[in-house]
């Protein structure tokens, strides 16, 4: 009997050393990573932190710009390039719940893995171009964006103060129309201001509570969201009486039970926006500090974290926001993680890590506030495919080196950032060139036998201007015929052709000293360069003097001021700023 | 006292069929062999990785095997020698070789997975994390129960004469067709749309997820269906349990 035991013992311990001695997969240098053009990839033997839970070591397998396959061991058809990533945590893009987006915003939040932006008021005429981003996955640059467009205000109320004239809600029967105007102008949510000022000590008009409660209504007969900025703790109580699904700032003062319990009992959600809470305390975040973050934080980002309210300095102001959230998030209340970028003591992209950190410090773990800032924010605002990583979902990828989910500041430590599945530059700030290889510049921009070889269409009419422009590709050479006309500050039209498949992405010309072309015209038409950190820049203008007569030019490009063929993205052939009706024929134009 | 025997019963179960070479050899041979000529030898797909994905499939071609023919076989068998009567009236209840023959099953679930998983690491330059390795193995071992539960509902109601060949007609098909041996995607889509209503496909299925060869839509349904197909072959058990009571 006991030598049977004996028996058993030895073949479960055997079994045991047998499972221990089954091989595991390598973990090679991360650094070791071949340079990728393309948005198929799969990452191997990561920590992955999915949106909602962690999964120790996994693959991971984009395809297009589409997470195809996720799990412990992916097998993965040759020729997709493996990157190895143990020992690093990959993460969602991050969402931030709150932003206002203008200029080159979108590019700097991305550059510190933030994916997408929910903009809480900013211009409508930026809302269609938004749109067609975030639903491709092309090559891009920017965060995607979902918007409040223009927010619903009082006349005189917060929201009208800064420059821009907007429309203003004073009545209950006019809220309806109000609504659908800002649905027409594209809003995918509505936001209302609930604000007296007295977080600054001057009384502003706000909207009344019937007014508010008619335009909520409104809204949800459009079937979209309604936020609402109420700056007291009395006036989320009235947001939220009067149906608000989420409140996009903690409020002032003491949050009584009663509001607390309608707050649950409603299911509203709430955007605690702590970064500017601390700025309104007066208290420095220490980000510009931070030596993970401080190579990539461009000079108006830097300028805005270390920007002040006026007047700032409350002390009790960020205590009483922290003792609030620990209490909603104690009482189960869904929490956003949202900076308010760009306002005084914030910057886009930088500042949602502050904000995880802040999350941690009023009482969530690690793994909460990583959800916050992303399948939450997904799923409250109703995003497919975004803030998860599993089968289906957009490639919208952050990197980390370290654990995120024991250390929540380690998000700060981005190794690689992915949106749709493309590596994204992320462009540094300190001298330093970006830390991986780009890919190179095409040599051949265009000979045009066989169709126009890429260029397209571009006009002022993007600046509101009224110039026009046809392209045709014809007898092996591209026909421009533009029609510039004054309206636009600085008036053209012409043809344009991207580095890189359409997008503004940066490549690398630095072999590169002529630029040939061939071309036919009668005037003055304008080369430009499209180059440098940002895509948003201002490009390198070379003017060329035709003669009416095909003219063979070898222009030298050291030169030309303001051009940096270490990241050229694009060229345009224009004619402008001179009004009038112009034909340029373009034959060929190689780099060389 | 119940655990002394249970412990002998299945120490002779495993012992009996270990020395039955007509039963151990091929339910332990034809896996390790199909999975080495297809799984190791002939890599027809460049675009996943076989081994590993054959791994998880002929894993579960190898645990059917000592189930339905552990018991479809054996108890055809028994219930033809008499054993059964026999059985009914020793002072031991009627579960106790029943879960014995369960636990040999499992045990030779487990041989057949320390054998491929050898092969695989081996020669096929199969790699998983550790907590893969062991999700495999308990998937397999557990994995053989609802075979065990369709086993014994045929071995309940074949004689012992018909047993062995209607267990090998329905044996190889039903792996075949559950993408046991080609994956399922090779096959025609209305054979693919056939093989959801067998049980084997459910347990590759798993299978498949654990090893990271296809993530499955949802574990928890699979889980499900193999129980289901579990009571329902255990209610036809239990008619047939009754139907040879009363013979």
Same mark, same amino acid.
């Given at each position: 009997?006991?030598?049977?035991?004996?028996?058993?013992?030895?073949?479960?311990?055997?079994?045991?050393?047998f499972?221990?001695?089954?091989?595991?997969?390598?973990?090679?240098?991360?650094?070791?990573?071949?340079?990728?053009?393309?948005?198929?990839?799969?990452?191997?033997?990561?920590?992955?932190?999915?949106?909602?839970?962690?999964?120790?070591?996994?693959?991971?397998?984009?395809t297009?710009?589409?997470?195809?396959?996720?799990s412990?061991?992916?097998?993965?058809?040759?020729?997709?390039?493996?990157?190895?990533?143990?020992?690093?945590t990959?993460?969602?893009?991050?969402?931030?719940?709150?932003?206002?987006?203008?200029?080159?915003?979108?590019?700097?939040?991305?550059?510190?893995?933030?994916?997408?932006?929910?903009?809480?008021?900013?211009?409508?005429?930026?809302?269609?171009?938004?749109?067609?981003?975030?639903?491709?996955?092309?090559?891009?640059?920017?965060?995607?964006?979902?918007?409040a467009?223009?927010?619903?205000?009082?006349?005189?109320?917060?929201?009208?103060?800064?420059?821009?004239?907007?429309?203003?809600?004073?009545?209950?029967?006019?809220?309806?129309?109000?609504?659908?105007?800002?649905i027409?102008?594209g809003?995918?949510?509505?936001?209302?201001?609930?604000?007296?000022?007295?977080?600054?000590?001057?009384?502003l008009?706000?909207?009344?509570?019937?007014?508010?409660?008619?335009?909520?209504?409104a809204?949800?007969?459009?079937?979209k969201?309604?936020?609402?900025?109420?700056?007291?703790?009395?006036?989320?109580?009235?947001?939220?009486?009067?149906?608000?699904?989420?409140?996009?700032?903690?409020?002032?003062?003491?949050?009584?039970?009663?509001l607390?319990?309608a707050?649950?009992?409603?299911?509203?959600?709430?955007?605690?926006t702590?970064t500017?809470?601390?700025?309104?305390?007066?208290?420095p975040?220490?980000l510009?500090?931070?030596?993970?973050?401080?190579?990539?934080?461009?000079?108006?980002q830097?300028?805005g974290?270390?920007?002040?309210?006026?007047?700032?300095?409350?002390?009790?102001?960020?205590?009483?926001?922290?003792?609030?959230?620990?209490?909603?998030?104690?009482?189960?209340?869904?929490?956003?993680?949202?900076?308010?970028a760009?306002?005084?003591?914030?910057?886009?992209?930088?500042?949602?890590?502050?904000e995880?950190?802040?999350?941690?410090?009023?009482?969530?773990?690690?793994?909460?506030?990583?959800?916050?800032?992303t399948?939450?924010?997904?799923?409250?605002?109703?995003?497919?495919?975004r803030?998860?990583?599993?089968?289906?979902?957009?490639?919208d990828?952050?990197?980390?080196?370290?654990?995120p989910?024991?250390?929540?500041?380690?998000?700060?430590?981005?190794?690689?950032?992915?949106k749709?599945?493309?590596?994204?530059?992320?462009?540094?700030?300190?001298?330093?060139?970006?830390?991986?290889?780009?890919?190179?510049?095409?040599?051949?921009l265009?000979?045009?036998?066989?169709?126009?070889?890429?260029?397209y269409?571009t006009?002022?009419?993007?600046?509101?201007?009224?110039s026009?422009?046809?392209?045709?590709?014809?007898?092996?050479?591209?026909v421009?015929?533009?029609?510039?006309?004054?309206?636009?500050?600085?008036?053209?039209a012409?043809?344009?052709?991207?580095?890189i498949?359409?997008?503004?992405a940066?490549?690398?010309?630095?072999?590169?000293?002529?630029?040939?072309?061939?071309?036919?015209?009668?005037?003055?038409?304008?080369?430009l360069?499209?180059?440098?950190?940002s895509a948003?820049?201002?490009?390198?203008?070379?003017?060329?003097q035709?003669e009416g007569?095909?003219?063979?030019?070898a222009?030298d490009?050291?030169?030309?001021a303001?051009l940096?063929?270490?990241?050229?993205?694009?060229?345009?052939?224009?004619?402008?700023?001179?009004?009038?009706?112009?034909?340029?024929?373009?034959?060929?134009?190689?780099?060389? | 006292?119940?655990?002394?025997?249970?412990?002998?019963?299945?120490?002779?179960?495993?012992?009996?069929?270990?020395?039955t070479?007509?039963?151990?050899?091929? =339910? %332990?041979?034809?896996? /390790?062999?199909?999975?080495?000529?297809? &799984? *190791?030898?002939?890599?027809?797909?460049? @675009?996943?990785?076989?081994?590993?994905?054959l791994?998880?499939?002929?894993?579960?071609?190898?645990?059917?095997?000592?189930?339905?023919?552990?018991?479809?076989?054996?108890?055809?068998?028994e219930?033809?020698?008499?054993?059964?009567r026999?059985?009914r009236?020793?002072?031991?209840?009627?579960?106790?070789?029943?879960?014995?023959r369960?636990?040999?099953?499992?045990?030779?679930a487990?041989?057949?997975?320390?054998?491929?998983?050898?092969?695989?690491?081996?020669?096929?330059?199969?790699?998983?994390?550790?907590l893969?390795?062991?999700?495999?193995?308990v =998937? %397999?071992?557990?994995? /053989?129960?609802?075979?065990?539960?369709? &086993? *014994?509902?045929?071995?309940?109601?074949? @004689?012992?004469?018909?047993?062995?060949?209607?267990?090998?007609i329905?044996?190889?098909?039903?792996?075949?067709?559950?993408?046991?041996?080609?994956?399922?995607?090779?096959?025609?889509?209305?054979?693919?749309?056939?093989?959801v209503?067998?049980?084997?496909?459910?347990?590759?299925?798993?299978?498949?997820?654990?090893?990271?060869?296809?993530?499955?839509?949802?574990?928890p349904?699979?889980?499900t269906?193999?129980?289901a197909?579990?009571?329902?072959?255990?209610?036809?058990?239990?008619?047939?349990?009754?139907?040879?009571?009363?013979?």
């Amino acid at each position: 009997m006991n030598r049977k035991l004996i028996g058993l013992l030895i073949a479960v311990i055997a079994f045991v050393v047998f499972l221990f001695l089954l091989p595991q997969p390598e973990a090679p240098e991360p650094d070791a990573w071949p340079v990728i053009d393309g948005n198929t990839f799969v990452l191997r033997g990561v920590r992955v932190f999915d949106g909602e839970r962690v999964h120790t070591a996994a693959d991971v397998l984009v395809t297009e710009g589409i997470v195809t396959a996720f799990s412990g061991k992916v097998p993965v058809p040759n020729g997709v390039p493996e990157l190895a990533a143990t020992g690093q945590t990959l993460l969602p893009a991050l969402l931030d719940a709150h932003t206002h987006n203008f200029g080159a915003s979108r590019e700097e939040a991305l550059r510190f893995g933030i994916g997408t932006q929910i903009d809480m008021f900013t211009a409508h005429t930026s809302l269609a171009a938004a749109r067609t981003q975030r639903d491709s996955v092309e090559r891009t640059e920017q965060a995607d964006m979902w918007s409040a467009g223009t927010m619903v205000t009082a006349p005189g109320g917060h929201g009208t103060q800064f420059g821009m004239a907007i429309p203003t809600l004073d009545n209950p029967a006019d809220s309806a129309a109000f609504v659908a105007e800002r649905i027409a102008e594209g809003s995918d949510f509505i936001k209302f201001t609930v604000e007296d000022g007295s977080g600054w000590g001057n009384g502003l008009p706000t909207l009344d509570a019937e007014t508010l409660a008619a335009a909520i209504a409104a809204a949800h007969a459009h079937s979209k969201l309604a936020v609402v900025h109420a700056g007291t703790a009395e006036e989320a109580a009235l947001a939220v009486e009067a149906g608000a699904d989420g409140l996009v700032h903690v409020f002032r003062g003491e949050m009584s039970p009663a509001l607390l319990a309608a707050i649950v009992e409603n299911d509203v959600f709430v955007i605690p926006t702590l970064t500017v809470m601390e700025s309104l305390a007066g208290q420095p975040n220490g980000l510009v500090d931070d030596a993970r973050l401080q190579p990539y934080i461009d000079p108006a980002q830097e300028d805005g974290l270390i920007r002040q309210f006026p007047g700032s300095g409350r002390e009790g102001i960020l205590t009483t926001a922290l003792a609030t959230v620990r209490a909603l998030h104690d009482a189960g209340v869904v929490l956003l993680a949202g900076s308010d970028a760009p306002n005084p003591g914030t910057a886009h992209g930088v500042s949602l890590h502050r904000e995880l950190e802040l999350l941690v410090e009023a009482g969530l773990s690690p793994q909460a506030a990583l959800a916050s800032a992303t399948s939450r924010v997904a799923d409250a605002f109703n995003l497919p495919a975004r803030g998860r990583i599993m089968k289906g979902a957009r490639a919208d990828l952050v990197l980390v080196a370290g654990n995120p989910l024991e250390d929540v500041a380690a998000t700060r430590a981005i190794t690689a950032v992915w949106k749709n599945g493309f590596r994204v530059q992320r462009a540094r700030f300190d001298g330093a060139t970006t830390e991986t290889d780009l890919p190179k510049a095409p040599a051949v921009l265009g000979v045009f036998d066989d169709g126009a070889d890429g260029w397209y269409a571009t006009t002022d009419s993007i600046m509101g201007g009224a110039s026009s422009v046809t392209l045709a590709a014809r007898d092996g050479a591209l026909v421009i015929d533009a029609e510039v006309k004054t309206g636009a500050p600085f008036p053209w039209a012409g043809a344009m052709r991207s580095m890189i498949d359409g997008g503004m992405a940066p490549t690398d010309a630095s072999a590169f000293e002529t630029l040939t072309i061939r071309i036919r015209g009668q005037g003055t038409v304008q080369l430009l360069f499209f180059s440098g950190a940002s895509a948003q820049g201002v490009p390198a203008v070379l003017p060329v003097q035709l003669e009416g007569s095909w003219q063979d030019l070898a222009l030298d490009l050291s030169g030309v001021a303001g051009l940096d063929l270490t990241r050229l993205r694009a060229v345009g052939l224009t004619a402008g700023p001179a009004p009038g009706a112009m034909r340029i024929e373009l034959d060929e134009m190689v780099l060389r | 006292m119940v655990i002394g025997i249970l412990g002998r019963e299945t120490w002779g179960q495993f012992i009996s069929v270990w020395r039955t070479p007509e039963f151990a050899l091929p =339910t %332990l041979l034809f896996p /390790a062999m199909f999975y080495v000529f297809f &799984g *190791l030898l002939f890599t027809m797909s460049r @675009s996943m990785h076989m081994p590993t994905w054959l791994l998880a499939t002929y894993g579960v071609f190898g645990i059917m095997g000592p189930a339905l023919f552990g018991f479809g076989i054996g108890i055809a068998v028994e219930k033809g020698e008499g054993w059964l009567r026999l059985k009914r009236v020793a002072p031991v209840s009627p579960w106790v070789p029943l879960f014995a023959r369960t636990v040999m099953a499992m045990l030779f679930a487990l041989v057949v997975f320390v054998i491929l998983a050898s092969l695989g690491a081996l020669f096929g330059d199969v790699r998983m994390p550790r907590l893969d390795w062991v999700l495999l193995a308990v =998937t %397999l071992t557990v994995g /053989a129960v609802p075979f065990c539960a369709m &086993g *014994l509902a045929a071995g309940l109601w074949l @004689s012992p004469q018909a047993a062995p060949a209607v267990m090998n007609i329905v044996y190889l098909p039903l792996a075949f067709l559950s993408g046991l041996w080609i994956p399922l995607m090779a096959f025609p889509t209305w054979m693919q749309q056939l093989a959801v209503v067998l049980p084997p496909y459910h347990l590759a299925a798993i299978a498949l997820d654990v090893v990271g060869g296809k993530p499955a839509e949802s574990v928890p349904l699979h889980i499900t269906v193999l129980a289901a197909f579990t009571i329902v072959f255990l209610a036809i058990a239990a008619l047939g349990w009754r139907r040879a009571q009363e013979a």
